[in-house]
């Protein structure tokens, strides 16, 4: 729950200084260090096992920490679009029922508000820390349920709009369940060794790569570092949809014809 808590405390920009500039920092440090305690480095003597290692092992750990970026980029816009469709297919709900009776339009409008609201209000906060639950939502969704269930449509055009609202709201109650799946998932902790426990082997492995001008090599140890420490942010920032500044958000629940239930 670390990652949680420092996505939800810290800015995107406060973390990508310390991820990224860190990560030169300590690279820096590190490749001045050994140059001071081996100057045979800085000779080159062992460049050309250290080049073949180092391109081997990069080629293998950039196929992975891109497999991986690209998984969580997915991850992100279904999560997304889980929301959108979520929210859409409430809104269309609420356009549907005004072909119903005043009763079951009011309870359905009843039950559409407080949905809506426990998402946003309830769900959301507790999504971002990582504590997903049915519970906030569960009443008003059986409300809903409840008040089509009763309805017994009288009219062609009430035939009509009941089957639509009903197909919608059982969309509404699979996405909710997709939702909160989605808030719960994390990287697999092997990928999680792979990503990060990768970068602990690249990075160190620079340091062996001599160079006569201090200049020089500093800037090509800093260079990996730096692309490395980026690329280990987008994991870390990518790898919870609903916490952190790029996280996802609530919005679609608050506009079209769900607005309606936030100007009361």
Aim: aromatic letters at 10%.
């Amino acid at each position: 729950m670390s990652s949680l808590w420092l996505l939800n405390h810290f800015s995107t920009f406060t973390l990508a200084v310390v991820a990224v500039g860190g990560t030169v920092l300590v690279a820096v440090t590190g490749s001045v260090l050994l140059r001071r305690r081996y100057p045979s480095v800085a000779r080159g003597e062992h460049n050309d096992m250290v080049g073949v290692t180092l391109g081997m092992f990069g080629a293998i750990y950039g196929i992975i920490l891109a497999f991986v970026i690209v998984t969580l980029w997915t991850q992100m816009e279904d999560t997304q679009t889980i929301v959108a469709s979520e929210a859409t297919d409430a809104a269309l709900i609420a356009r549907d029922a005004a072909a119903f009776p005043a009763p079951v339009h009011a309870r359905l409008d009843a039950s559409l508000s407080g949905y809506v609201h426990a998402v946003v209000e309830d769900q959301w906060p507790r999504m971002r820390a990582g504590h997903p639950s049915y519970g906030a939502t569960e009443s008003h969704l059986r409300a809903a349920f409840e008040a089509l269930q009763t309805f017994d449509p009288r009219s062609g055009r009430e035939e009509v709009f009941y089957e639509e609202a009903v197909s919608h709201l059982n969309d509404v109650a699979s996405q909710r369940r997709a939702r909160l799946t989605m808030a719960g998932q994390e990287l697999p902790p092997l990928l999680q060794v792979l990503a990060f426990g990768g970068a602990l082997v690249l990075v160190p492995l620079t340091f062996l790569y001599g160079m006569r001008k201090l200049r020089v090599q500093l800037l090509f140890v800093a260079s990996v570092a730096g692309l490395v420490g980026f690329s280990l942010l987008l994991v870390f920032v990518l790898d919870r949809p609903f916490a952190g500044e790029l996280s996802v958000s609530p919005a679609p629940y608050r506009e079209g014809a769900l607005a309606q239930y936030w100007s009361r």
